[in-house]
Nanobody, 115 residues
């Protein structure tokens, strides 16, 4: 069972930045994807960005050019740098790790963008 520990959420003004971190409890592998999803109450959980150990990344269209996902395999950690934040980025953000046929989720961290 892989545990995912998230940190870095909070309250920020529009145009501001936040950095999310997610550390896995065990070694992560190059072929496996780690990433971030977000979900508002009553809505589906949507992909924000994901990355594998070879550096291949995918982003949702709504965050391209503003968010950057990186990964440090030596620390079993993935980061999401979020710049130029907008009120519509307000959501609960969940770390995700896909290991073969298994999928793991963190508890989530709240990001609120408001003036």
């Amino acid at each position: 069972q892989v545990q995912l520990a998230e940190s870095g959420g909070g309250l920020v003004q529009p145009g501001g930045s936040l950095r999310l971190s997610c550390a896995a409890s065990q070694s992560i592998f190059n072929f496996d994807y780690m990433g971030w999803y977000r979900q508002a109450p009553g809505k589906q959980r949507d992909l924000v960005a994901r990355i594998n150990g070879f550096g291949r990344s995918d982003y949702s269209d709504s965050v391209k050019g503003r968010f950057t996902i990186t990964r440090d395999n030596t620390k079993n950690t993935v980061y999401l740098q979020m710049n130029s934040l907008k009120p519509e980025d307000t959501d609960r953000y969940y770390c995700n790790y896909v290991l073969g046929e298994h999928e793991y989720w963190g508890q989530g961290t709240q990001v609120t963008v408001t003036s």
